[in-house]
């Protein structure tokens, strides 16, 4: 039976995330088991007058291709998705595992070398979209895997989702346009500070951010989403930060990961679990063990952690910053084809000052 929830869903990652236009080239990424909302989204593209095409995953074939590879393979920079990325004017990716541990015992050292080679697509990837040559957006496909992750059942998981994208709004899209007013006043606030403290048990980071932009994401990029972002001066962060949460990186789960700044860089990377891939991610490229991004996440729908980067970065009340690569929009200038977002709860005693003036305080914005 046709879930009508997916057409739904279709029309705001179509219209509102990507703006689609007539003879927009539309590349579509995910797997078989986004098949219903892959089917609406197409179908709404065409609608719109756009040139959707799809690039499909099949199970284990990251698998087969880490533990087959050889070293020129690892290294080596298909041609076509270059052309892709120098080409196509929209992007959607919409994320459905069968399986998100797959990846947990494949040799970090051959993850490192392969992402190494894909840096100049990432950074094609970076710089088109912050020249808005090309729009993207990231969703999830409610799926088993995911579902387990998070500890829910599907239709527990499903109901999770489409509320965290607000979809069970009568007009989702004014909802999100809702958000991005909001956040417009946290970024107002923001924009022109020069110094960013993070304080909380087991955290005392500062950095520098004159210079740069706090980003409104309001559901464009992401879907769902709720957060402000900017990149530090990249040689400016320095302190200690313990994050609360797993952080969690091409199937690997790191818990307790507690990372030193001097000087911008990452001198001292312990973990609980998982510290030896936390330290030969850091080693991927010079500049992995940089931070890219600070963040603060806005979504209240969501309040559970559930292993899921997209959804978990939003969660209302904690913060993420990321090592590696910078988004050029925030005027960031890190280059890494590493990205990854690890995330601290500031709902208890959590406290950010701008400039020295408290401005978030247990989870919450506190300004006028």
């Known amino acids: 039976m046709k879930d009508a929830r997916y057409e739904k869903f279709a029309k705001v990652l179509v219209h509102y995330c990507l703006d689609m236009q007539k003879g927009d080239l539309f590349r579509i990424n995910t797997s078989a088991l986004a098949e219903p909302l892959v089917k609406e989204v197409y179908a709404e593209a065409l609608r719109a007058?756009?040139?959707?095409?799809?690039?499909?995953?099949?199970?284990?074939?990251?698998?087969?291709?880490?533990?087959?590879?050889?070293?020129?393979?690892l290294s080596f920079v298909n041609p076509i998705h270059k052309f892709d990325m120098e080409t196509i004017d929209k992007m959607l990716s919409i994320r459905a595992s069968v399986n998100t541990?797959?990846?947990?015992?494949?040799?970090?050292?051959?993850?490192?070398s392969a992402r190494r080679a894909q840096h100049d697509i990432f950074r094609t990837f970076m710089e088109r979209s912050s020249a808005k040559e090309l729009t993207w957006s990231t969703t999830q496909f409610p799926c088993q895997a995911s579902a387990q992750d998070?500890?829910?059942?599907?239709?527990?998981?499903?109901d999770f989702v489409f509320s965290a994208c607000m979809l069970h709004r009568k007009d989702p899209v004014a909802a999100w346009r809702g958000v991005h007013r909001k956040q417009a006043k946290f970024c107002r606030f923001l924009n022109g500070r020069k110094t960013i403290r993070?304080?909380?048990?087991?955290t005392d980071l500062t950095m520098r951010v004159e210079g740069r932009t706090w980003i409104n994401s309001?559901?464009?990029?992401?879907?769902?989403?709720?957060?402000?972002?900017?990149?530090?001066?990249?040689?400016?962060?320095?302190?200690?930060?313990?994050?609360?949460?797993?952080?969690?990186?091409?199937?690997?789960?790191?818990h307790g990961v507690r990372l030193t700044f001097k000087k911008g860089k990452v001198v001292k990377a312990t973990a609980d679990k998982g510290e030896d891939f936390l330290r030969a991610t850091l080693d991927t490229d010079e500049g992995s063990r940089f931070v890219g991004?600070?963040?603060?996440?806005?979504?209240?729908n969501i309040q559970r952690f559930?292993?899921?980067i997209l959804f978990?970065?939003?969660?209302?009340?904690?913060?993420?910053?990321?090592?590696?690569?910078?988004?050029p929009k925030s005027g960031g200038l890190n280059k890494s084809s590493v990205h990854w977002d690890m995330i601290t709860d500031m709902r208890d005693g959590g406290k950010i000052y701008a400039d020295g003036k408290l401005f978030y305080k247990d989870g919450q914005f506190v300004i006028d």
């Open 101 to 112: 541990k797959s990846l947990s015992n494949v040799d970090p050292k051959k993850q490192s």
């Open 218 to 254: 309001d559901g464009r990029t992401n879907m769902p989403s709720g957060e402000v972002f900017t990149g530090p001066i990249e040689d400016s962060v320095e302190g200690t930060i313990l994050y609360s949460f797993p952080a969690i990186w091409s199937g690997h789960e790191v």
């Open 150 to 158: 998070a500890e829910m059942s599907l239709s527990e998981y499903e």
């Open 49 to 73: 007058g756009a040139h959707p095409f799809v690039r499909m995953s099949l199970p284990e074939l990251d698998g087969i291709f880490y533990e087959t590879a050889k070293k020129h393979q």
């Open 198 to 202: 993070i304080v909380r048990e087991g």
């Open 312 to 327: 978990d970065e939003k969660i209302g009340g904690t913060i993420h910053i990321a090592v590696g690569a910078s988004y």
């Open 293 to 300: 991004e600070v963040a603060v996440g806005t979504n209240y």
């Open 306 to 308: 559930t292993k899921n």
